[in-house]
């Protein structure tokens, strides 16, 4: 039996191949179960219809997981043009049908309108929060929504193949796109309806299909296997910026104290800072302290007052406080 605590001893990221018909928060839990670990969390929701990549991360790993699911991702998708249904996917019900017309061009040219930036709404059987919870949970419920638009981005459509009523394509998005919107509001512009029927993620950031672990594959390898396939905080293939710390900072950092501009000559930056970026800062044993917010851009510290706070604590790792 698992103890109430679990393990806090690893810490990181394992990039999950979900398989199809299981929640992200299933995965999470048979991760956390498996290796009876004491914190899992996802970055990054994949419906239960969806497979591919799935971030997860482990223990302190998790305060890492909202800057991940700022990652932009990559799809390919399949969907079902003359019908539409409730939940914008295969798994609904369908509420209109209509002859498909269009030619094959004509289905291809549509779909490269909606690449940019756009207002999109998502669909309301789905995880987005509004008014602080799921709205599917609010629908289920027998509340009456309306879904609020929100600002996203189309990267690309690349890949279009039409076998007419069905579609297939790959894409790329910004955080917080919804495919199944797009394959919604490409049936409503063509005047005949569509819903998704089958998708996958094959990028996720910096990961693709390759660094990908079948869930299966990973909870019968055991400990040895996640030790193989963990991604530490510190790896470099993370997005998020790396500064590294003297000693002195290191340990003003783990007591929770702003670095000021005078004190900067004991960071060293892979990369010039920008106001508001989050950047991940180093002791000298290159182990992971903290979460830094930067307050003033890198270029303009030598200008700036000396006790001017430049980085601030945004998420402190537990395990550095303790040492």
Not at 114 to 134: D, I, N, R
Not at 161 to 169: D, G, K, L, Q
Not at 221 to 228: R, S
């Amino acid at each position: 039996m698992v103890a109430a605590r679990g393990r806090a001893d690893l810490h990181g990221l394992v990039i999950v191949d979900k398989p199809e018909r299981l929640t992200s928060a299933d995965v999470v839990d048979r991760l956390k179960r498996r290796f009876g670990l004491a914190k899992v969390g996802h970055a990054g929701t994949l419906d239960p219809i969806a497979t591919g990549l799935l971030p997860l991360c482990i223990n302190e790993g998790t305060k890492l997981a909202a800057y991940l699911s700022e990652s932009g991702k990559a799809y390919r998708v399949r969907m079902k043009l003359g019908e539409a249904t409730d939940t914008y996917d295969c798994t609904g019900q369908v509420i209109e049908t209509a002859s498909v017309t269009a030619s094959a061009e004509a289905i291809a040219d549509a779909l490269t309108k909606f690449v940019g930036p756009l207002m999109q709404t998502p669909p309301v059987f789905s995880a987005k929060k509004q008014q602080g919870k799921p709205l599917y949970k609010r629908v289920r419920a027998g509340e009456e929504i309306v879904a609020k638009p929100v600002a996203v981005e189309l990267y690309s459509v690349q890949e279009t193949h039409v076998e007419s009523p069905f579609v297939e394509f790959t894409v790329r998005t910004s955080k917080g796109f919804y495919i199944r919107s797009l394959c919604h509001d490409l049936g409503r512009m063509l005047g005949c309806g569509g819903h998704m029927t089958a998708l996958r993620r094959t990028a996720h950031g910096p990961f693709t299909e390759t660094d990908g672990l079948p869930l299966v594959e990973l909870l019968d390898g055991g400990d040895p296997l996640l030790a193989e396939r963990l991604i530490p905080l510190e790896s470099e293939r993370l997005e998020l910026p790396l500064v590294r710390l003297s000693p002195q900072l290191a340990q003003r950092v783990t007591q929770g104290l702003a670095i000021a501009a005078e004190e900067t000559g004991g960071v060293v930056l892979a990369t010039p800072l920008e106001a508001g970026q989050t950047c991940r800062a180093l002791g000298a044993d290159g182990r992971l302290l903290a979460l830094l917010s930067v307050a003033e851009p890198s270029l303009r510290w030598p200008e700036l007052p000396s006790r001017q706070a430049v980085l601030i604590i945004a998420r402190g790792m537990t395990y550095a406080s303790q040492s």
